[in-house]
């Protein structure tokens, strides 16, 4: 087990507890703070393999720690969320952030998101670089297509959007209702089987292009990922 340090910032001690619970049992040492000044101050002196940021704080905000974060560090950063609108910030502003965890969750889900975030970034997984820029796959953004393996996906919007999301964030799991959020922006008459739906033919999809392997992961209660061979 890794004994790599968490920094949690956090001012609700509920939530604090329950993500130190989780973590430590996952194999992490975790430092807990509550305050952006106290936080940076910890950033500074001490070394962690990766923060994890709630947004409201009571002397300032999440985005401005991690703005402040990036002038000398570029340890990875999980932004804990309640609201949409932070979302559309987060994604949209480029804020350095490599993950980000809507409230309520479920502290298995970040103690698996820290899990992926490390694994990625240990020595040794530099080899799978290439596999990270989703081999096998072509992205033209400007004429909306996307070739796997050389053919040209006959793809509908929805399927386009998802494929494109995930080509550009490779083995990154992004779970059904971060999928929600990115892919399908109008809610209207959407569900959560909506996602399933449009995988399961995108994937029919692929499997024409190219049988094998599905790069298309499944991560159980998770969500969905593209991996790559
Ligand atoms: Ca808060």
Redesign the pocket.
């Given at each position: 087990m890794s004994s790599k340090r968490i920094l949690i910032v956090?001012?609700?001690s509920a939530i604090a507890d329950t993500l130190i619970y989780t973590l430590n049992n996952s194999g992490y040492v975790t430092e807990h703070v509550t305050l952006v000044q106290t936080a940076l101050a910890c950033l500074q002196t001490d070394s962690f393999a990766l923060a994890i940021l709630?947004?409201?704080?009571p002397d300032g905000s999440g985005f401005d720690l991690c703005r402040q974060l990036r002038r000398f560090s570029d340890i990875p950063v999980i932004f804990l969320t309640a609201h949409t609108d932070e979302i559309d910030r987060i994604v949209g502003l480029e804020m350095g952030a490599d993950d980000y965890v809507t409230k309520p969750f479920s502290p298995r889900e970040v103690a698996a998101r820290v899990g992926v975030i490390l694994r990625r970034l240990s020595p040794g997984a530099n080899q799978t670089a290439e596999s990270r820029s989703a081999k096998h796959f072509a992205l033209d953004s400007l004429a909306r297509r996307i070739r796997y393996g050389g053919v040209l996906l006959d793809l509908t919007r929805y399927e386009y959007l998802l494929l494109k999301l995930l080509i550009e964030h490779p083995e990154r799991i992004f779970s059904r209702e971060q999928l929600l959020e990115r892919v399908w922006r109008d809610p209207g008459e959407v569900f959560d089987r909506t996602v399933d739906t449009h995988i399961k033919t995108l994937r029919a999809k692929l499997r024409a292009a190219k049988p094998e392997p599905d790069p298309i992961h499944t991560h159980r209660g998770l969500g969905y990922s593209l991996q790559s061979p």
């Open positions: 956090e001012d609700e709630d947004i409201g704080l």
